[in-house]
């Protein structure tokens, strides 16, 4: 929905609906929601009303969901150094139980 509005500067629940493959009701739902966070503006157009993007209020979400992409993807990678890490342990301590126990067959 997004996209569309800022490909075709603005539109409506019905002319967005027909584009989307969703019912012209839940367009005017998530049209609301927007407009009451301020990423769209809402102007009477005859018994609709014409929404469009608000590019600056889209590009600073856009630019949060970004920071919060990239903490997450920090995160993640701690989490996958710290597995690694556990796993790598595990491994070691399998490939010295092992060694341990072909010496003693050896000794046996």
């Not at 407009?35 to 600056?56: F, K, M, W």
């Amino acid at each position: 929905m997004l996209d569309l509005l800022l490909a075709e500067g603005h539109g409506t629940a019905t002319t967005l609906s027909d584009r989307l493959p969703v019912t012209r009701q839940a367009v005017a739902k998530h049209l609301v929601v927007l407009d009451r966070v301020g990423l769209v503006s809402a102007t009477p157009s005859g018994r609709e009303r014409q929404y469009r993007l608000d590019e600056a209020q889209f590009a600073r979400a856009v630019a949060q969901l970004h920071e919060v992409g990239s903490a997450w993807d920090a995160r993640l990678q701690r989490i996958k150094t710290l597995a690694e890490s556990i796993q790598k342990q595990a491994d070691q301590k399998q490939a010295d139980q092992k060694q341990a126990d072909d010496k003693k067959k050896e000794k046996d």
